[in-house]
C-alpha cells in the first residue's frame, strides 16, 4: 500500500513553493540596478533595430 498523506499539509506545501518560485522570480526581474536594467532594455532595442533593418520587403510592395 501506499504512504498515507495529509491532504491539506500537501496542499500547503505546494502553495509555499509556488510562492517562493514567484519570489525568486521577481527578485530576477525587479532586484537589479537601474543601470543594468536600461542597458538591458537599450540592448533589445539595439537587436530589434538590426533585425528590422534586415526585414525584406514584402512581395507586394516591391512592384511599384
Not at 500537501?10 to 536600461?38: D, F, I, Q, T, Y
Not at 540592448?43 to 526585414?55: D, I
Amino acid at each position: 500500500m501506499g504512504e498515507v498523506v495529509n491532504l491539506r499539509l500537501m496542499r500547503k506545501r505546494k502553495e509555499r513553493l509556488e510562492k517562493e518560485r514567484l519570489a525568486a522570480e521577481n527578485r530576477l526581474r525587479h532586484g537589479r540596478p537601474r543601470a543594468e536594467r536600461e542597458a538591458e532594455r537599450l540592448g533589445t532595442a539595439l537587436e530589434e533595430s538590426r533585425l528590422e533593418g534586415h526585414r525584406r520587403i514584402p512581395p507586394h510592395d516591391s512592384e511599384r
